[in-house]
């Protein structure tokens, strides 16, 4: 019924930059919070950013003022542009979302199925 479908990921230099975008299909009446987590080979899934429905972020300190997360309502779709990427940013970065499908009125938390980003030389 609703899915979020992430693309941009790749390999990258270090000190390089990489966009990655999400964007939310299906029949839903609203999309509330939205964000990106990451998770290393053996390691938990970590939260990056978070974004509001207003625009409000929030971001894990080890990416603060590399990265930017953005949203765009009219298009259902998150962004995360990461500047002077690092070999410890290699993860499977994952789209979050709540939202509230029109075939069940209740806020349920959705997840897309990965992207890798891989920072090496």
């Known amino acids: 019924q609703v899915q979020l479908v992430e693309s941009g990921g790749g390999l990258v230099q270090p000190g390089g930059s990489l966009r990655l975008s999400c964007a939310a299909s299906g029949i839903f009446f609203r999309v509330n919070d939205m964000g990106w987590y990451r998770q290393a080979p053996g390691k938990e899934r970590d939260l990056v950013a978070t974004?509001?429905?207003?625009?409000?972020?929030n971001y894990a300190d080890s990416v603060k003022g590399r990265f930017t997360i953005s949203r765009d309502n009219a298009k259902n779709t998150v962004s995360l542009q990461m500047n002077n990427l690092k070999p410890e940013d290699t993860a499977v970065y994952y789209c979050?979302?709540?939202?509230?499908?029109?075939?069940?009125?209740?806020?349920?938390?959705?997840w897309g199925k990965g992207t890798l980003v891989t920072v090496s030389s």
């Open positions: 979050n979302a709540h939202i509230i499908p029109s075939t069940f009125y209740y806020d349920m938390e959705f």
């Open positions: 974004i509001t429905s207003g625009g409000t972020t």
